[in-house]
């Protein structure tokens, strides 16, 4: 069997962190992409769990090395990418890699690995929502908070090159759709 690529991109405090773990739970082989990134480690985050938190340094070296199958600088000064070693990892215990991931790079990997890959967007109601999300979740500045809702716009302006939107407004159906969407494609 052919591992297959499931990529699922929102603006940040939509909610696709939530769904995929819950999609994580329901489909056995199924397993997360641990990306790389420079961002500061945020509290009750693992190396090596969450992300690998790399130095810029480490960083800039990796894509030296063509060691990426994608990477962005996401936020200013601060590099997310998806090590080609990752996948394969997962593909050679015979799951499916689900990836969470900014737009620019799921368009990427989707015109890259085409009918392999199976891209979805997640959708808050709105920008007023996704900022109560971000308020609610306690894990960003002013700062970091007005640039992640400035680079909203611009995400939410890719959607339609997306397989899928969903819309998560009531969790549960938001997840049951996902779970759907994902059961379909690599069944
Ligand atoms: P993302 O990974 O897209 O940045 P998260 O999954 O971290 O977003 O969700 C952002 C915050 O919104 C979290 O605190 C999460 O518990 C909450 N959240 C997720 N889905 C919903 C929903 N449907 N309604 C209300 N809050 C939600
Ligand atoms: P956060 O800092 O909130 O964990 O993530 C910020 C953004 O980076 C999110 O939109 C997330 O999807 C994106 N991201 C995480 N990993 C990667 C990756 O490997 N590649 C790309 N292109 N974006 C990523």
Same mark, same amino acid.
């Not at 994580?24 to 690998?52: H, V, W």
């Not at 900014?102 to 007023?128: C, E, H, M």
């Given at each position: ?93 015979? %799951? ?7 737009? *620019? !790079?799921?368009?990427?990997?989707? &015109? =890259?690995?085409?009918?392999?890959? #199976? ?6 109601? %709105? ?7 971000? *308020? !609610?979740?306690?894990?960003?500045? &002013? =700062?970091?908070?007005?640039?992640? #809702? ?6 939410? %302006? ?14 549960? &159906? ?14």
């Amino acid at each position: 069997m052919e591992g297959k690529l499931i990529v699922f991109s929102s603006p940040s405090g939509a909610g696709k962190t939530t769904i995929v773990r819950r999609l994580l739970q329901k489909i056995l082989n199924l397993e997360f992409s641990i990306s790389a990134c420079t961002r500061a480690i945020r509290p009750g985050e693992q190396d090596g769990r969450d992300y690998y938190f790399l130095s810029t340094k480490e960083f800039e070296e990796k894509i030296k090395n063509n060691e990426f199958i994608e990477w962005e600088e996401v936020y200013k000064g601060s590099y997310y990418g998806t090590l080609k070693s990752e996948a394969e990892r997962i593909w050679q215990k015979g %799951s499916h890699v689900i990836f969470d991931i900014d737009v *620019k !790079g799921a368009i990427n990997i989707k &015109k =890259k690995y085409a009918d392999r890959a #199976l891209t979805i967007f997640i959708k808050a109601p %709105s920008l007023k929502a996704i900022e109560e999300r971000l *308020k !609610g979740r306690e894990t960003e500045d &002013k =700062k970091s908070l007005a640039e992640r #809702l400035e680079r909203a716009k611009f995400e939410l %302006s890719c959607e339609d090159q997306f397989d899928k939107v969903i819309l998560n407004d009531d969790l549960e &159906k938001a997840v049951q759709e996902a779970l759907d969407a994902v059961n379909g494609f690599i069944n």
